[in-house]
């Protein structure tokens, strides 16, 4: 997920069934609890500001393990909404697009061309949305 500076994500949980870690990649990547940054989050709901520019790593430790079983996040935090520093004027547009070459591999699998995907929505109703329903989701597999 990419997001920008000054936007807020929010972690819908219930107090004492789930819990918020911040924690740096290695540990994030090895889902291991043992070195969080600053302050576990405990008590549901909580939305969280987006401050400098960086990649979060977000956990959840209680139950069976539950980052184990996927509840874990990774948020990329931008500058600006395209990922570079505002200009005073904008580049020229080019008048016709540049076609490459053609190579001797299909496009097909190599997944999207660059540039033909839309940006991320950075609004906190999207991430909300998102984390709703991947929370959401787990829960309910749980259940069954």
Not at 1 to 21: C, L, P, Q, Y
Not at 69 to 96: A, W
Request: glycine share 8%; proline share 12%; hydrophobic share 35%.
């Amino acid at each position: 997920m990419a997001h920008v500076v000054g936007d807020s994500i929010a972690f819908n949980f219930i107090t004492n069934a789930h819990d918020v870690f911040q924690v740096p990649k290695e540990f994030y990547d090895s889902c291991s609890s043992s070195n969080p940054i600053g302050d576990t989050i405990t008590f549901g709901p909580v939305n969280i500001t987006l401050s400098t520019a960086s990649t979060l790593y977000y956990i959840c430790t209680l139950g069976d393990r539950h980052y184990l079983s996927g509840q874990k996040l990774s948020v990329t935090v931008l500058s600006t909404p395209n990922g570079v520093p505002p200009t005073s004027t904008p580049p020229p547009t080019p008048t016709t697009p540049a076609t490459p070459s053609p190579t001797s591999g299909t496009r097909a699998d190599c997944g999207p061309i660059p540039g033909t995907m839309s940006p991320p929505d950075s609004s906190s109703f999207g991430v909300f949305t998102n984390l709703f329903i991947s929370f959401l989701s787990i829960a309910i597999g749980f259940l069954f």
